[in-house]
């Protein structure tokens, strides 16, 4: 069995649920939602490994290091040049240099009441995909007065990132958070943050209920703890599961891989009961082949796939297609 192996959950979901039967499989799940890796590249890859326990970063988040994360890759990025590509190209640039950077999950789980988190040293699969984006977003810009005031660029940045990552871009508390990646999708889409793809790419409507995080409700903390959370979150589920979800199917990704551009957003469908989403990550083109920018549970850090991404797809069990969205540029 290679280093690279494959997700069979999605981390932002579930940060108590220690193991789920599903299919007949016994699923590692502290998590529960994109990352937790289970499936090689290799051709024995399929289902989930073994059960697995996981604990949060071993750092803290938002600390003097992790700002400096933000400042090294803006002045990379300018010193560069690369701050004037095309924002597709420029996310993937930026993501590349994260590659080595430790994996981590339950990144986002602070504990006391719902804030932003800032973690750079320790990246999970989404929130490699958001600090990439809004990065991205704020070398695009940024004024010049940001680089020189260190309260102004820490404002700048975490208001990115917090359109990113909350509905709207309005932190109210924990049910704000965009935790099933498809809505994370729509919404960034009608802020003109991305662009969804997979309609326009010949995909098709997933018409399958979501509901996990409401039907493990004790798999959640925040959830567990204020009863008055669920019913918000069920409402967000209400909402996705009547809209539907454009999707590839795993056997129709290799027709449409050249329509996939460097910097893509790639979120990899699940297979599981009530879940939309199983790993998120970044397109990225070598030699002539689409492979997976992505935060891996297995391999503990940033990595390129060692296959295309048609081909890991095929290969993983618990995936069955994929959604893409492409990063917009910045209005101005």
């Known amino acids: ?3 690279e192996q494959e997700e069979y959950g999605m981390q932002r979901h ?38 697995v326990s996981a604990g949060g970063p071993s750092t803290a988040p938002g600390t003097d290091i992790d700002w400096g994360i933000v400042r090294e890759k803006t002045r990379w990025a300018y010193a560069e040049g690369i701050n004037t590509l095309p ?32 973690e750079l040293e320790e990246l999970d699969c989404v929130t490699f995909v958001e600090n990439v984006l809004a990065l991205a977003r704020f070398v695009k810009s940024a004024p010049p007065i940001v680089m020189n005031e260190e309260r102004v660029l820490r404002g ?16 109210d508390a924990y049910p704000s ?3 099933y990646f498809s809505e994370w999708i729509d919404n960034n889409d009608e802020m003109g943050i991305v662009k969804s793809l997979a309609e326009e790419l010949g995909g098709v409507v997933d018409p399958e209920p979501i509901d996990f995080m409401t039907t493990h409700v004790g798999a959640y903390r925040q959830l567990a703890d204020s009863p008055e959370f669920v019913a918000a979150v069920r409402a967000a589920e209400g909402r996705l599961s009547a809209s539907g979800r454009f999707f590839v199917p795993e056997d129709q990704i290799a027709a449409i891989s050249d329509r996939i551009q460097d910097g893509d957003i790639i979120a990899a469908t699940s297979t599981v009961e009530g879940l939309d989403v199983a790993h998120t990550g970044i397109a990225l083109w070598i030699d002539g082949t689409l492979h997976l920018l992505h935060a891996p549970l297995v391999g503990e850090a940033v990595q390129i796939s060692e296959v295309s991404l048609s081909e890991r797809i095929l290969r993983i069990e618990g995936q069955d297609g994929i959604m893409i969205a492409r990063p917009s540029e910045p209005s101005e």
């Open 1 to 3: 069995m290679n280093s």
């Open 14 to 51: 579930a940060t108590g649920l220690s193991r789920l039967m599903i299919a007949g499989a016994l699923v590692a799940s502290a998590w529960f939602v994109a990352c937790a890796d289970g499936a090689p590249d290799g051709p024995a890859g399929g289902g989930p490994a073994a059960a």
């Open 87 to 118: 924002m597709g190209e420029l996310v993937a640039r930026i993501g590349e240099s994260f590659v080595g950077t430790k994996y981590s999950p339950h990144t986002l789980e602070a504990e006391g009441p719902e804030g932003l988190v800032i």
């Open 156 to 171: 700048y940045y975490s208001g990115i990132l917090t359109r990113i990552r909350y509905r709207d871009g309005e932190i």
């Open 177 to 179: 958070r965009l935790h």
